[in-house]
């Protein structure tokens, strides 16, 4: 596709099932970045993905969180034991080369809401 | 790591007016400045950005200068409409994990 792609859209889930969250990046594109956003707050750096290195995980928020990047494109989230207070926007970005030098594009989020 | 500093967290002004929005960060390393504007309920893109080896850019109404001296860079968007109305995030980058800015909520009148 031409731009980043997340899915589902959106999830409701039940408190303590886990979920798996999708991201497909651009083509081409070797960094990849997961953020957080509760409802008017600001973007929650969760992990970031850049070619084949080690993914900097520093700002996931407990070991319920982790997620992985097969082949250098699709990433997937999971969260583990959902609990309401993980209710936010997840936020999907890739970007060109190293990643922080270059424009980030966004995917359109998906939705979480634990019941 | 870096820390990264919106000033102010919220801006009102009337529709016409100028808006300064100002970015501080840390890291002396970082070398590429953006700022992103979120709409209400949609994804974050990119509106302006400058490199470390140009002090101002200009797009139309939206300008980004770059002091980078006193590490911080600013937004300034001249003749403010209603649909500036928004949230504008800074991503100050060099070459770690891009960490946004706290926020600004703008908010236009007319």
């Known amino acids: 596709g031409a731009g980043v792609s997340q899915s589902p859209s959106n999830k409701v889930t039940e408190k303590g099932k886990d979920v798996e969250l999708r991201c497909d990046p651009i083509?081409?594109?070797?960094?990849l970045y997961w953020y957080r956003q509760s409802l008017g707050q600001g973007l929650e750096f969760l992990i970031y993905?850049?070619?084949?290195?080690?993914?900097?995980k520093s700002g996931l928020p407990s070991d319920r969180f982790s997620a992985e990047r097969t082949g250098g494109s699709v990433s997937t989230l999971t969260i583990q034991r959902t609990q309401q207070e993980d209710s936010a926007v997840y936020l999907c970005?890739?970007?060109?080369?190293?990643?922080?030098?270059?424009?980030?594009?966004f995917g359109q989020g998906t939705r979480l809401t634990v019941v | 790591g870096e820390n990264v500093e919106q000033h102010p967290s919220t801006l009102s002004v009337q529709e016409g007016d100028s808006a300064v929005i100002k970015c501080t960060y840390s890291?002396?390393?970082?070398?590429?400045f953006p700022w992103y504007k979120q709409e209400l309920g949609k994804r974050p893109q990119l509106i302006i950005d400058?490199?470390?080896?140009?002090g101002e850019k200009k797009d139309q109404r939206i300008a980004v200068t770059l002091n980078k001296t006193a590490k911080h860079f600013s937004l300034h968007i001249t003749e403010t409409q209603p649909e500036d109305s928004a949230v504008y995030f800074c991503?100050?980058?060099?070459?770690?994990?891009?960490?946004f800015g706290t926020g600004t909520r703008l908010l236009v009148s007319p």
């Open positions: 970005a890739s970007s060109l080369g190293w990643g922080t030098e270059t424009e980030a594009f």
């Open positions: 083509s081409g594109h070797t960094a």
């Open positions: 993905f850049q070619g084949n290195s080690a993914p900097d």
């Open positions: 890291d002396s390393a970082s070398n590429y």
């Open positions: 400058i490199r470390s080896n140009v």
């Open positions: 991503a100050p980058g060099g070459f770690q994990k891009l960490v």
